[in-house]
C-alpha cells in the first residue's frame, strides 16, 4: 500500500491523517509549527483551535448536529476529542481547547502507522498520494505552491478572534447564569444592558479604532463570523439582533428581558476563563479594553486574550475538485479543510474524514467513494465541487445544503421543525447503510 502524505496538522489533517491509518495506510503528517509559527497560533500541538471554543449546536434536529452525528458513527477522532473533553455550553458542543489539542495529539504521535513531521512543507510531489489540509493560515511558500496546482489565484476572506477574560474578575451581580430558553440549564454567564448602557456601549464600539487590514486588498468578511464593529456599522440596533440579542434570557434582578445582552461561554474544564460568544473584532487591545469594560459585569475584567484577527485563505474549489476531494487534473492530491471552501471546524472535520477515507482506499487500489447524498457530508462534498464558482464563498451546514425532502414528505410534515427532524432521520438512516457498505469494501480490499 501506497504511503499518504497529509499536510497540516489542523482539524482536518489529524482527521485526515487518523482515518486514512486506521484505514491500514501509512501516513507522514506534516505539521510546520513549531518550526515557523502563524499569526493566530500559540503552542505547538496538533488541532488547536484558535478561535471559539464552540462546535457549534448539537441540538438533535439541526444540520450541525447531524453532521457531527455522521462523524461520531465514522469513528472520527476529532469528535471522540470533543466528547472527552465538553464544557458546559447550553445545547451547543464546546471544548477545553488545551485539553482538546493535547488529546488529539497523544493519539496521533501514538499511532504506529503515522509518522509526525515537524517542518514545513512547500511542495506536492506527483507521485505520491497527498492531502492538503493547510488551513486558512498556510505559509507563503505552500500557498504558491496551491496557486501552481489549482492554476488560479486564491480567495480569501478575513476572519477573526473573539476575546476571552478571567472568570474570577467577572461581577457575578451584576452577571447570571442562564441559557436561552433554559437549554442546558445555566451554563452561560449573561452580562445584560438597559438601554442606557447599550446606547454607551454601541456609540464607543463604533467609534473605536480598529487594527489597519492589508493595503491594496478588497476586505471581505465572511457574513457567519463578522466583527461586532463591522455589525454595529450596519445600524444601532443590529447588534441587539445578532450577538447581543436577549431573547430567551431573563434577568433576575429585574424578571424580565434585558434591552441587550452579552453571553460569557466557558472556555476550559476547570472554569477559569469564559470566551465573549460572538464577539470577534480587530480593534486594537487599548480600545478593547476600553470599550469592553462598558460591558455591565466586566468593568474590572482581566483579558486572557484580545480579539485579533487574521487572512483566511481558499481554493476556487468547484473548478478543481470532485465529490471524492481529489483534485480532477490530479487524482492524487485532495483538499480537506477551510482551504477547501468549508467553513467552521466541525465540517473542516469531515471534509478531512472523507479524504482520509479515499486516499487510503487510493493507496490500496480501491476505487473510490462519494458521501451519500442525503447526508451532511455529502451535502459539503457536493458544494465544494459543484457549487457556482463565480461568487464561491465558504459555508458553514445548514439545512439548505442538504437535499429537499421529496414532495409527499413535505406535504406530511408541515412545520420547519418537523421537516427538519424528517431530513436528520432520512440521512442518518442513509449514512448507516453507506458506512457499513464502505467498511465492508474496505475489509474486502
Avoid at 463604533?206 to 487594527?211: K, Q
Wanted: charged share 25%; aromatic share 8%.
Amino acid at each position: 500500500m501506497d504511503e499518504v502524505v497529509v499536510i497540516g496538522g489542523g482539524l482536518a489533517g489529524v482527521e485526515a491523517a487518523w482515518q486514512a491509518a486506521e484505514a491500514g495506510a501509512r501516513v507522514r503528517l506534516y505539521e510546520m509549527r513549531p518550526v515557523r509559527q502563524t499569526p493566530a497560533h500559540r503552542t505547538d500541538r496538533l488541532a488547536e483551535i484558535v478561535c471559539s471554543n464552540s462546535l457549534k449546536s448539537d441540538e438533535q434536529g439541526t444540520a450541525p448536529y447531524l453532521l457531527k452525528e455522521e462523524l461520531r458513527r465514522g469513528a472520527s477522532l476529532v469528535m471522540e476529542a470533543a466528547g472527552r473533553t465538553r464544557v458546559p455550553a447550553g445545547a451547543a458542543l464546546a471544548v477545553d481547547r488545551h485539553r482538546f489539542a493535547e488529546i488529539i495529539t497523544g493519539r496521533i504521535e501514538a499511532h504506529p502507522l503515522i509518522t509526525l513531521v515537524r517542518e514545513e512543507a512547500t511542495t506536492v510531489k506527483d507521485d505520491e498520494i497527498t492531502i492538503i489540509c493547510a488551513g486558512p493560515l498556510c505559509s507563503d511558500a505552500l500557498a504558491a505552491e496551491i496557486a501552481r496546482l489549482t492554476g488560479d489565484e486564491h480567495l480569501y476572506f478575513y476572519d477573526a478572534i473573539a476575546p476571552i477574560v478571567a472568570a474570577d474578575s467577572v461581577d457575578r451581580s451584576k452577571a447570571f447564569r442562564a441559557a436561552r430558553y433554559g437549554k442546558g440549564g445555566d451554563d452561560y454567564l449573561n452580562c445584560p444592558f438597559n438601554e442606557e448602557e447599550y446606547q454607551r456601549f454601541y456609540e464607543a464600539l463604533v467609534e473605536a479604532r480598529s487594527v489597519p487590514l492589508h493595503r491594496f486588498e478588497e476586505t471581505r468578511w465572511f457574513e457567519a463570523c463578522l466583527p461586532i464593529e463591522e455589525i454595529a456599522r450596519r445600524g444601532r440596533d443590529t447588534l441587539r439582533f445578532g450577538p447581543m440579542k436577549p431573547v430567551g434570557l431573563v434577568d433576575p434582578r429585574t424578571g424580565r428581558e434585558p434591552y441587550a445582552a452579552v453571553q460569557l461561554r466557558q472556555e476550559n474544564l476547570m472554569a477559569d476563563a469564559y470566551n465573549l460568544v460572538g464577539f470577534q473584532n480587530h480593534l486594537r487591545f487599548g480600545e478593547q479594553q476600553r470599550v469592553l469594560r462598558l460591558i455591565p459585569g466586566l468593568e474590572n475584567a482581566e483579558f486572557l486574550q484580545y480579539g485579533q484577527i487574521h487572512r483566511n485563505t481558499y481554493i476556487r474549489a468547484p473548478r478543481v475538485l470532485a465529490g471524492t476531494m481529489q483534485m480532477r487534473l490530479r487524482p492524487r492530491t485532495f483538499f480537506a479543510g477551510q482551504i477547501s471552501g468549508v467553513e467552521g471546524y466541525v465540517e473542516s472535520v469531515a471534509t478531512g474524514w472523507l479524504a482520509g477515507v479515499n486516499a487510503a482506499r487510493l493507496a490500496a487500489g480501491a476505487s473510490l467513494v462519494e458521501a451519500p447524498p442525503k447526508s451532511a457530508v455529502g451535502a459539503l462534498a457536493r458544494y465544494v465541487s459543484s457549487a457556482e464558482t463565480k461568487n464561491y464563498q465558504p459555508v458553514n451546514i445548514t439545512f439548505a445544503l442538504l437535499e429537499p425532502l421529496a414532495e409527499d414528505e413535505r406535504r406530511r410534515f408541515r412545520r420547519k421543525r418537523e421537516r427538519h427532524q424528517r431530513q436528520v432521520e432520512l440521512a442518518l438512516k442513509e449514512w448507516d447503510s453507506w458506512l457499513q457498505s464502505v467498511r465492508t469494501l474496505a475489509r474486502r480490499a
